[in-house]
């Protein structure tokens, strides 16, 4: 195995979010500098899956100090490699700064982004190399299933899970346990289990950044399903848009075949179970549980009438129990942890915890998992580090496209799958955007309908027909266009569609316009009869730039950023803006060295 | 895997590795290395403990520091065992490194005569 005496482990993060910010060349940079300083033989190099802080990739920790060190490149290596590793000093500058105050926070497990954390289904991911499975294993990896297989029978295993509280971490919330139990009822001796990775909803990476950094957790999850239910074979449906993710979660399978704990008469069980991947080819719609079993099976991705559940007739019409990566992610701790301790975090209708993807105006973006129950101010403003300097909160809007948004009054609500629903939004599969006061509430509905509406697949007249007359009001509304009546409209259309759309595309297609209009409502209206948009954002309503041209000083900065050519002049002469070209981007005002423009 | 001790027995032998990742408490060896201990030979010292560790098959986080300031009695380590204060020790050579890491972090008694402070 590892003859070296290595004293200290560097662990590099190769999550997608850090590889895009360079640090592939992180460990060549890495090794060379160890190589030089002769300390190749002590000092062993990890490259691990996401931490979740992508805010500050590329990231870097050094054990056993557990010094956090955030956006490195590779020209800091070289004094990182001699100060630190030889010497003993750790790098300042390089360390995480508190956003609000600035303090340096050398360890790991003082920053608040982790502080308030409780890592579960998260909890390798950053800490092991994913591609190792040994790493895994030393941490406890497949004892669960081990024990599963070996001292427990499958209605056992079904009522842990029911008795953990568990529901469906991919936004449906629906009992795992109960589901499992379903899925074990069904007779038949041809049964299988599915993993949904297609992970649709635009900005969300939980699931990509656990198979990423984690595979072997979800290989287990599985298992163990597989056991309690009956079934031998299973699939992952992963998106192909994640290629890291693939190629970690094969060599995964590899190494869990070559280990025996997968194939055949495993653990000498007698029990046998084979796991297949399947690349989705991008469709939001596949992420839908039938649409998915139809893909696998080579047919159109398009959803069918439920029932028959898959639990009763799924996959080649054989009883399947399709859960997703992070639903997956949680079974060993379950098992290893009992039920009890799973139930102990969280809230009464919502046990354990969430993985959310922080993303929008917010400082710390990033993936952060909390116990259920955490309130949206403590995610927002403590774990997140609040917004930038001088920006005031909006709203956050869950769940992705069939979610909804909420305002400031909502801060305080405790997040869990019942509350968010009675506020009008959902948890989808753990997607938060935040947004302050340069958001137009309109625009993000039209956004996020715009992509539901080029997602439908077609089958069913409300969503096909209905999403895209929705759609057709809403970008009226924000080209200027909206009349008397239009929002009406939309709230009827919206609920129409919601009531009797085919599948959940449709059925939560409508959820962004209708919350914005439950909260925001005076911005729809204000868009409507005012002709204005008043976070300046739908730029055929908002009022064009305009230089003073007594204080303007003819230097041509704005000119040079105008992304539509509207500012024409001549140097030492005063400058000016064509206001029917301008699209008040706004990108020309901080150019200004002498602050002569503003908005009219 | 053929059976639940398998797996057992192969999390045992791989554990090891990962524990460097612990920050938890365990005996604890840190290595003057500013450039005054570096230039007064830090780098064997290192290099000596590190060979009794693994030798010795302990479970000790390894780590260094920079000058302290008492730059005429470099090489200098300290050891700090849980529980108990921290004993810097210097002048060191690689001879001494070894009867340190015997007595002292194995058995528990500190070398007195090659001892510069305590700490409380």
Redesign the interface.
């Known amino acids: 195995m590892k003859d070296s005496i290595y004293r200290s482990h560097v662990l590099i993060c190769t999550g997608t979010g850090c590889v895009s910010s360079g640090a592939n060349t992180l460990k060549e940079s890495l090794e060379e500098e160890l190589a030089a300083n002769d300390l190749s033989g002590e000092i062993k190099i990890v490259e691990t899956g996401c931490h979740g802080f992508c805010e500050k990739g590329p990231i870097m920790i050094v054990y056993p100090e557990g010094v956090f060190y955030c956006e490195v490149q590779s020209d800091d290596v070289a004094e990182i490699v001699e100060e630190h590793l030889l010497k003993g000093r750790t790098v300042e500058r390089l360390l995480f700064k508190e956003p609000m105050t600035d303090e340096q926070i050398p360890s790991y497990q003082d920053i608040d982004f982790y502080k308030k954390q409780q890592r579960i289904a998260l909890a390798n991911c950053g800490q092991i190399d994913p591609e190792d499975i040994d790493e895994y294993i030393a941490l406890g990896g497949y004892e669960a299933a081990g024990k599963v297989l070996t001292e427990m029978d499958p209605q056992e295993v079904v009522d842990i899970i029911k008795d953990a509280g568990l529901r469906g971490r991919g936004g449906g919330g629906f009992p795992t346990g109960l589901k499992w139990q379903f899925a074990k009822n069904s007779e038949g001796d041809k049964k299988y289990v599915i993993c949904n990775a297609d992970e649709g909803d635009p900005g969300a990476f939980m699931d990509r950044s656990i198979l990423e950094g984690d595979p072997h957790r979800i290989i287990e999850g599985m298992l163990v399903a597989a056991y309690a239910i009956g079934a031998d074979e299973g699939y992952v449906y992963v998106r192909a848009e994640y290629p890291l993710a693939i190629k970690r979660l094969e060599k995964a399978i590899e190494d869990a075949e070559e280990y025996g704990l997968l194939g055949e008469n495993i653990f000498s069980s007698g029990f046998n179970f084979k796991l297949h991947i399947k690349k989705g080819a991008g469709a939001f719609v596949c992420g839908e549980e039938t649409a998915l079993m139809n893909s696998i099976e080579g047919k159109r991705g398009m959803p069918t009438p439920r029932p028959p559940y898959p639990a009763v007739r799924g996959l080649w019409g054989k009883p399947t129990n399709i859960n997703n990566v992070e639903t997956y992610a949680n079974i060993p701790y379950i098992i290893n942890e009992g039920a009890d301790s799973f139930s102990a975090i969280g809230t009464e209708g919502s046990s354990g915890t969430k993985v959310f993807a922080l993303t929008g105006k917010i400082n710390n973006t990033g993936l952060v998992e909390v116990p259920m129950g955490t309130t949206l101010k403590e995610v927002i403003f403590e774990i997140g580090g609040g917004l930038g300097k001088g920006k005031k909160f909006k709203a956050v809007q869950t769940g992705g496209p069939s979610g909804g948004c909420l305002p400031e009054d909502y801060l305080d609500l405790p997040i869990d799958y019942d509350s968010l629903l009675d506020a009008g939004t959902m948890m989808g599969s753990g997607g938060m955007v935040v947004m302050d006061e340069d958001s137009c509430m309109v625009d993000v509905a039209r956004f996020f309908l715009n992509f539901t509406q080029s997602e439908s697949c077609g089958k069913c007249t409300p969503c096909r027909e209905g999403t895209k007359r929705m759609l057709e009001i809403l970008n009226r509304i924000t080209d200027g266009e909206g009349k008397d009546g239009d929002i009406e409209l939309l709230l009827d259309l919206g609920e129409h569609i919601k009531s009797t759309s085919l599948c959940g595309l449709g059925q939560s297609a409508p959820n962004p316009v209708l919350s914005t209009i439950r909260y925001f409502r005076d911005e729809y209206e204000a868009h409507i009869h005012d002709h204005n948009c008043p976070a300046g954002v739908c730029s055929d309503l908002v009022s064009a730039y305009v230089i003073d041209e007594e204080a303007c000083i003819g230097c041509g900065k704005c000119a040079k950023v105008c992304p539509v050519d509207a500012i024409s002049g001549e140097i030492k002469s005063p400058f000016t803006i064509d206001p029917d070209v301008c699209i008040a981007c706004g990108a020309c005002e901080p150019e200004c060295p002498v602050d002569a423009i503003s908005q009219a | 895997?053929?059976?639940?001790a398998e797996?057992?027995e192969?999390?045992n032998?791989?554990?090891k590795?990962?524990k460097?990742?612990?920050?938890g408490t365990r005996a604890e060896i840190?290595?003057g290395?500013?450039?005054c201990g570096?230039a007064a030979g830090a780098r064997d010292i290192l290099k000596a403990v590190?060979?009794e560790?693994?030798k010795r098959d302990l479970d000790v986080?390894?780590?260094?520091?920079?000058c302290i300031g008492m730059c005429e009695k470099e090489p200098l380590i300290d050891v700090k065992l849980p529980g108990k204060e921290k004993i810097t020790y210097g002048n060191l050579s690689e001879a001494d490194v070894q009867k340190i890491i015997t007595e002292h972090v194995v058995n528990g008694n500190i070398v007195s005569d090659l001892v510069i402070a305590r700490h409380k």
């Open positions: 895997m053929k059976s639940l797996l057992k192969l999390r032998k791989v554990q590795e990962m460097k990742r612990d920050q840190i290595v290395m500013g450039t570096i590190l060979a560790v693994e986080r390894v780590t260094q520091t920079g």
